[in-house]
């Protein structure tokens, strides 16, 4: 009986230690591939931004958000959203950041909802801006017109006919003294854009915003199915204000929609390219991270060469540890019944013979 069960341990021991192995292979090859790429640069994704992102409860017991204000008719249902506007007519609300978003390149992905009763008579919309000005309401989508810096609009009602559908999402670059054009809805005025029903879906919908300084903005969104980005636009050599604060707003007219922000998630990172010097400083924080970057691929061959030397000498121990215990099993088991140590039960009485270290035993006692 003991014999068996050792070899079931030790077989147990060598699934256990390549399971292990495997595993450790399987997280240094991600950290050491822990990188995004982007074209022939390298982004990473280093910092979150604390004073530029929201997520649920939203407030404090005060409440109040030490990041964040917001106004007009928006209010917070905690642990849900920020509602911007209700399915009422005429509403306008706002959220925007206290900080100025300082980062010269950063990621910005918000989760939002638009949904109301009506299947064909909605609006207005919901905007996400990057401005130099903030909290001040207005006509456009609840902030202010004549804007300086960045506002993408997520227009879910068409002010005259066009060739696209609605709704649509489009992104106005303000130069603080441009009226932005309600008529054809910002289309001559669009340095991007691009059609997206994001309007009562069955997935959480998503906006992320992709910012580069001196070379592009990019804009996804998510709305057909979990983590399913689809490209909206890109726009190349787009120059935003070097200090801009992050806001949301939104606006009913006639006709109306619930406009709400589930939660804002912002970071900031460091663009490498190809030919980019090694960061000293990251090297020594990276254990998997090779030792010289001007050959990547030769470094990446020694460090799989590495953990698969390592796998296997995981599985040459296992097996020896396993042939040992066999060798002992066969070695031990072959005394047959009286063998040292061991013993004849004889019937009910449990008696054994006395082997050496033995004794007879009737019952529990022993003589």
């Given at each position: 009986?003991?014999?068996?069960h ?17 595993l ?9 591939d ?7 640069d ?31 008719d ?6 849900k ?20 978003l ?5 990621v910005?992905?918000?989760e ?17 801006w ?19 810096g960045?506002?993408?609009f ?7 006919k066009?060739s ?33 029903n ?11 915003v ?10 996804k ?5 979990w ?24 606006m009913?007219?006639?006709v ?6 589930i ?10 390219p ?17 030792s ?6 030769a ?10 030397l ?7 121990a296992?097996?020896?540890y ?8 066969q070695?031990y ?15 009910g ?11 007879f ?7």
């Open positions: 009986m003991i014999s068996r050792n070899s079931k341990f030790s077989w147990v021991s060598v699934a256990i230690l390549l399971s292990f192995t495997s450790f292979f399987g997280v240094a090859h991600a950290a050491a822990d990188k995004t790429r982007l074209g022939n390298t982004i990473d994704r280093t910092l979150q931004l604390r004073t530029h992102s929201i997520f649920a409860p939203y407030i404090d017991q005060d409440l109040q958000n030490r990041w964040w204000d917001f106004g007009a928006a209010y917070v249902n905690t642990n959203y920020i509602r911007l506007t209700r399915n009422k007519p005429s509403q306008m609300g706002w959220l925007w950041s206290r900080l100025a300082t980062s010269t390149n950063f910005i992905e918000v939002f909802k638009v949904t109301g009763d009506s299947s064909h008579l909605f609006g207005d919309g919901l905007a996400m990057l401005t130099k000005e903030r909290a001040q309401p207005g006509p456009v989508f609840g902030s202010k017109d004549e804007f300086t960045l506002g993408i997520l227009d879910t009602y068409a002010n005259s066009h696209y559908s609605f709704p649509r999402i489009v992104a106005v670059l303000g130069d603080g003294k441009t009226k932005y054009d309600f008529g054809d809805d910002g289309d001559s005025q669009a340095v991007g854009a691009c059609s997206a994001f309007r009562r879906t069955n997935v959480a919908t998503k906006l992320k992709t910012y580069v300084k001196d070379s592009f903005l990019n804009v969104i998510q709305y057909k199915a983590d399913d980005w689809t490209d909206c636009f890109t726009v190349e050599k787009l120059d935003l204000p070097n200090v801009s604060f992050l806001g949301f707003s939104a009913t007219g006639d109306s929609d619930s406009h709400d922000i939660s804002v998630a912002s970071y900031s990172f460091v663009v490498s190809p030919d980019a010097a090694p960061n000293k400083h990251n090297q020594k924080s990276s254990f998997f991270r090779a010289s970057h001007n050959d990547s691929s470094s990446g061959t020694w460090l799989g060469l590495f953990f698969k390592l796998l296997l000498g995981g599985v040459v296992g097996g020896y396993g042939w040992q215990e066999y060798q002992r099993r070695r088991g072959g005394f047959g019944g009286g063998g040292v140590g061991g013993g004849e039960r004889m019937g009485y449990g008696m054994r013979s006395a082997g050496v270290g033995g004794g035993d009737y019952g529990s006692k022993r003589y």
